[in-house]
């Protein structure tokens, strides 16, 4: 049995839009449009008892779950919802143990889902270039209890010399310009490592799948969640009547490898391979692909190509 006790956090839940975060401290009040509330009442009542205020008002003393923490956070800057971070959860496949990069704590919202996920033995390593918005974070990541399980950095990874993180399992791109850091970010994730970014807008996903594919990311996709509320009553079931026309764009894809190195170093090597050669061996090698091309088409042509290859390999010599 989940019992209150001071210093234990709680919700105070009233209905969906007047709900109050707090830590019980038995000296507290709590006064409201719907009465006061006394912290010291809640203490040694179950999670999910009810309070009465001063007003005969009923509110319910709930257990705060990480949507919760993130539905009341500080906000500093635009936050990841749950609704969005639902889906990254289970699209980047993270759990107990990964290794994440995020650049672009922000107020910290999903900093925070994350390290509740891969905590105990997964941790998150989050950088932001604005220390203000950092202290917001920092506040909101041990008000939700897992700033064990996170290192705040302030550092711009887009001047970095030298990269601070390797083999990271999942990375995360919250910034105006996603499509800036992806070289960066390849360095840090692991091969076949999945990365997601946050875009407001289509032009950052255009820019964004470009600089993908130019640096060898794979499996590349784009999502926007929005989810209908039902208003759910007896013989009256219907939509809510307030809809959201547009949040945010998600873009996921997985580091891959193309195989671009290992073609350049070819091409390389042929270049710095081709003054060492002999005339005789570049007309037999030319000779050779003439061919080979020609005996998929039409034998006659075979001959043709092959004698005039001779005669150049007679000619060089
Ligand atoms: C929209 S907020 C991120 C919100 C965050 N995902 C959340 O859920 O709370 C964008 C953040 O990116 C930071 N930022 C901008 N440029 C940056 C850069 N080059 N490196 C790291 N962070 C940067 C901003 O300071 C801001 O805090």
Redesign the pocket.
């Known amino acids: 049995m989940a019992i209150i006790k001071n210093n234990s956090p709680v919700l105070f839940f009233y209905n969906d839009s007047k709900k109050w975060l707090a830590k019980i401290s038995k000296k507290e009040s709590f006064h409201t449009h719907i009465g006061v509330l006394k912290h010291a009442d809640a203490i040694g009542k179950e999670y999910g008892s009810r309070l009465m205020t001063n007003k005969d008002k009923y509110v319910y003393l709930l257990e705060p779950t990480m949507y919760d923490y993130v539905m009341k ?1 500080k906000h ?5 919802y749950p609704k969005d971070i639902g889906y990254i959860v289970a699209r980047a496949g993270i759990g107990d143990g990964q290794k994440i990069l ?10 925070s889902f994350v390290a509740n996920i891969v905590k105990p033995r997964g941790h998150v390593y989050t ?4 220390e203000n ?2 202290k917001i ?1 920092e506040k ?1 990541i041990k008000k939700a209890g897992v700033s064990k399980y996170v290192t705040q950095h302030n ?4 001047t970095a010399k030298k990269m601070p993180l390797e083999d990271m399992d999942v990375a ?1 791109i ?4 996603p499509w ?2 992806i070289p960066q970010v390849r360095q840090m994730l692991k091969g076949s490592g999945c990365l997601f970014a ?1 875009c407001p807008t289509m032009n950052q996903l255009e820019k964004l799948t470009i600089a993908l594919v130019e640096n060898e990311f794979t499996d590349i996709e784009s999502t926007e969640h929005i989810i209908r509320t039902i208003e759910a009553r007896e013989g009256k079931t219907r939509h809510s009547f307030q809809g959201i026309g547009h949040t945010t764009y998600l873009c996921f894809a997985r580091k891959a490898f193309f195989g671009r190195e290992a073609r350049k170093a070819a091409e390389k090597l042929k270049l710095s391979e081709a003054p060492s050669e002999t005339p005789l061996k570049i007309a037999k090698k030319t000779a050779f692909k003439t061919d080979s091309r020609a005996s998929a088409k039409d034998t006659s042509t075979k001959t043709a190509s092959s004698k005039t290859a001779k005669k150049a390999t007679k000619k060089s010599v």
């Not at 500093?76 to 990841?80: A, R």
């Not at 950088?127 to 604005?130: G, H, L, N, S």
């Open positions: 956070i500093g800057t635009q936050i990841v995020e650049i672009g704590t922000g107020s910290g919202s999903l900093t950088f932001d270039v604005d918005f950092m974070a909101n550092m711009d990874l887009k995360f919250d910034l105006g310009d800036t850091v946050i």
